[in-house]
DNA sequence: GTCTATACTACGATAGAC
DNA sequence: GTCTATCGTAGTATAGAC
């Protein structure tokens, strides 16, 4: 649709993104990103000056994507169960779409202290929208407790079960589909999963129980 | 306590478990694994064929462990849900205990396919492991179900949530720290980490408000 | 059971021609 | 902006002495 020829730059990212994502940063040669992006080897150090610089950029292009459609989807407005709804739908459909992304973001969690201590600044770029992705949703979960729709929790530890509830989800890859007998990606498990969440939500969260 | 004086093997067993922990199959070398386990690179070999089969012993012994420590929570009888609730205290204990666990187990999902095909029967000695330990949650699940103190969910996707809500929680490393503010296995951190996940069990699965 | 020595391959990265 | 050629290092694995 909107794509139309994408520069050598962006065809290097799309390819480092699915293999970073299925091999992590250390299983992935750049010979191989090379290849798959129909360029010889050193033209990726004339994009990129190291295999750090380019992870960064991978995740960083992940990060800002799911950035921007929570928010689309916070600032439509909505009562605090509404809006986390919407936003367990909203990540679900991200993470559902581009299967990549969310091996990518679990496997940054354990990966960046293998970088190169030189990366810096491109890190703190990562670290920058990590935390208005969490900011986000820390504020709804302290308002929805300030106005009493959500029972008292730990807001930390909330995030985490949620993210663990859609991000480890959709990561867990093979052995997810074994445990579903069928693929995560399928639509029917897509929505399913919706489902299941927003219900353990709305049963596990609500302060009454509401739906 | 019981610790003898290890062989080599189990030496070897110990240090690769840290660093596939750490690093993951790929950014793992056997000098390193050597190196800290006070041998020539060479003689890694003498005990295990190959870095995969290497690998998957470090894997099994892990999971051995866990399945074993269910087992005992398993055993001692009780409703559904307050079995649910002593294998949830006594997975979050494991992973608590042994920090090396979470991460290799989640790590564990990602890696499987980037390991050498011919390490086949190796491969399926956790496959089984795996199976046994899923047929724990799948079990008291369904009869939690069947009794109607579990309301109607779909196993699988459940199995999942309390799959991240525990491993990937200790898994998450850094991130998770961050987002608690202090250490992930801070006695008080694990303490509340079990409150927050049988509260949401207890207001999420159970069929009436029980607690 | 551990060692030294070695084979062969791949790695990340650089230099310099075009 | 991409290429070929090359550097130095580290990877897994094997052979054979002790």
Redesign the pocket.
Known sequence: MEQTAP??RDKILEVAEALFARRGFAG?????V?DQA??????L???F????QLYLAVLDRVLVGIDERLAGAAETGGAPMQRLDRMVDTLIDALAEQPATARLLLRSLFEEDDL?AEAGSAQEATDRITQRILARIDTLLREGMKEGVFRPVSVGHTIQTLIGATVYHFASGEFGELLLGRSLLSSEEVRQRKEEVKALIHHGLAASSAS
Chains 1, 2 share one sequence.
């Open positions: 520069n050598s992935v040669g750049l010979r191989q090379a129909g360029l010889g080897k050193s033209s150090f004339h994009h000056r190291s295999k750090a190169p």
